[in-house]
């Protein structure tokens, strides 16, 4: 028998005992990591050499109406993603108002400075500098 075949039967035994829950080498998970484990072989036999392979397990565990654990941590992600991306769109929107609130304040602040400078350049000018030190008597 050529190494492929004798590799094909390896994996095809592996993926009926994970299958049917009697794993030996590997933790029994739906994953072509734990199928390349169980059947001793390195994953890139699966990712590269034997394509069809990964696909049957694939198949059967979809057949069987269970999800690849690979697909379940993918949603596990995808939901927590979406509840980040909800949470970060609330703090957009919480930012917008702020700084809306903020533009609205700095408006009535340079409104309110130009009002007095006006003030202060039609008032008379009636303040007068006092001196520092006494001045000395005239003679």
């Not at 005992?17 to 059947?39: D, H, K, Y």
């Not at 993918?74 to 991306?85: F, N, P, S, T």
């Not at 007095?116 to 500098?129: D, I, K």
């Amino acid at each position: 028998m050529s190494p492929a075949a004798d590799e094909r039967d390896q994996i095809r035994a592996a993926m009926d005992r994970i299958l049917g829950g009697t794993p030996q080498r590997s933790n029994g998970a739906l994953t072509i990591v734990a199928l390349a484990t169980e059947a001793d072989v390195p994953r890139n036999a699966l990712t590269q050499r034997h394509l069809d392979l990964k696909n049957e397990f694939y198949e059967k565990v979809r057949a069987r109406g269970e999800m690849p654990d690979s697909e379940k941590r993918l949603r596990r992600q995808l939901v927590k993603a979406k509840e980040l991306r909800a949470e970060a769109l609330k703090e957009i929107e919480r930012l917008r108002t702020d700084n809306e609130a903020l533009v609205g304040a700095l408006h009535q602040v340079v409104m309110e400075n130009r009002q007095l400078r006006l003030q202060l350049t039609q008032q008379p000018n009636n303040v007068h500098v006092l001196p520092t030190q006494p001045q000395p008597p005239a003679r």
